[in-house]
């Protein structure tokens, strides 16, 4: 999984301006982020058509605020620079959960 250096939301979009990938925005004191990271390289090789990106919310907090990404862990799909579909809440989630959102974006 890639991580996403500390950025606006237009660099991001620039860097994302080709592909598809998944951003994955986590904290490392966050017991939600915790849960799911373990499933991560499962659900990364399941959906390999996208490149996972890793956003530290405390290293964006500004990036976090201009996408409205207040809860985490949050998944938030980019195509081709575009936002194209967001599992943003503050609940805990399931491997399950992730790959039905995932499934959902095709």
């Known amino acids: 999984m890639?991580?996403?250096a500390k950025m606006?939301?237009?660099e991001m979009e620039a860097q994302l301006k080709e592909g598809k990938y998944v951003l994955f925005f986590t904290a490392d004191?966050?017991?939600?982020?915790?849960?799911?990271?373990?499933a991560m390289p499962e659900i990364e090789a399941e959906f390999s058509d996208?490149?996972?990106?890793?956003?530290?919310?405390?290293?964006?907090?500004?990036?976090?605020?201009?996408?409205?990404?207040?809860g985490i862990p949050s998944f938030i799909?980019?195509?081709?620079?575009?936002?194209?579909?967001?599992?943003?809440?503050k609940d805990r989630k399931t491997k399950a959960?992730?790959?039905?959102?995932?499934?959902?974006?095709?």
């Open 2 to 4: 890639e991580k996403l």
């Open 8 to 10: 606006t939301k237009a």
């Open 29 to 38: 004191w966050c017991p939600d982020c915790r849960f799911i990271k373990p």
């Open 50 to 70: 996208y490149t996972f990106v890793l956003v530290d919310r405390d290293e964006n907090i500004d990036l976090c605020q201009e996408l409205f990404v207040m």
């Open 77 to 89: 799909v980019y195509v081709d620079g575009q936002e194209k579909a967001r599992f943003v809440n």
């Open 97 to 106: 959960e992730v790959e039905a959102f995932l499934k959902s974006v095709n």
